[in-house]
């Protein structure tokens, strides 16, 4: 974590706090893509239905806090 230019390592998260995060920013950009786009209810509905929804995080990437040109490549990958 990064604050005020303080590097402090935390933790990686569980497996059920990750399936939490997924759920909470899948569930956020589809509201978003329904403000924007006019997607249906129905249509979202469906969406947040399926079992493999599409997103997902991937926890095993590291960058170290010395590490300034991996965090810059992870910041401004396409």
Do not use: Y
């Amino acid at each position: 974590m990064v604050s005020d230019g303080v590097f402090t390592p935390v933790p990686c998260p569980t497996d059920q706090q990750l399936a939490a995060i997924v759920t909470a920013v899948r569930n956020k950009f589809i509201r978003r893509v329904r403000k924007l786009s006019g997607l249906s209810q129905e249509a979202a509905g469906n969406l947040l239905s399926w079992k493999n929804s599409g997103f997902s995080i991937h926890e095993e990437v590291l960058i170290r806090d010395w590490d300034r040109e991996g965090l810059e490549r992870l910041i401004t990958k396409p």
